[in-house]
């Protein structure tokens, strides 16, 4: 199974879906992230299998990533200051 998330950052999300998803029979589940962020906060053992881009630690939005549920259809990823 491959679980696709616009973004992992601290990784709980992903973790709950993935353990979801084992739950239910799954026996592989890999995981793919259109953007990474990068910092030593992420839930252990939850890391992306595919990557398409590392973004700094700082908040991200565009390119399907909101802010405030603003900026999603934004055409590239911009950060916050
Ligand atoms: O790695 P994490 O720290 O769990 O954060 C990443 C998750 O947070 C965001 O979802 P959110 O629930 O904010 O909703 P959204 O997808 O509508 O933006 C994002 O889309 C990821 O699914
Ligand atoms: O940096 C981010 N941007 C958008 N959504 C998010 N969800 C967790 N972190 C982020």
């Known amino acids: ?8 950052d601290e990784g709980h999300t ?7 998803c084992r739950e239910q029979g ?3 589940v890999r995981i793919a992230a ?4 990068a910092h030593d906060r992420c839930v252990e053992g939850v890391c992306a299998d595919y ?6 630690d700082r908040y991200v939005f ?3 990533m909101d802010y405030h549920e603003q900026g999603r259809n ?3 990823i911009y950060a916050l200051k």
Do not use: N, S, T
């Open 1 to 8: 199974m491959l679980l696709a998330d616009d973004i992992l």
């Open 14 to 20: 992903l973790h709950g879906i993935r353990e979801w």
């Open 26 to 28: 799954a026996v592989e």
């Open 34 to 37: 259109l953007a990474v962020k």
């Open 51 to 56: 990557i398409g881009v590392e973004v700094p």
């Open 62 to 64: 565009g390119y399907g």
């Open 74 to 76: 934004l055409p590239a």
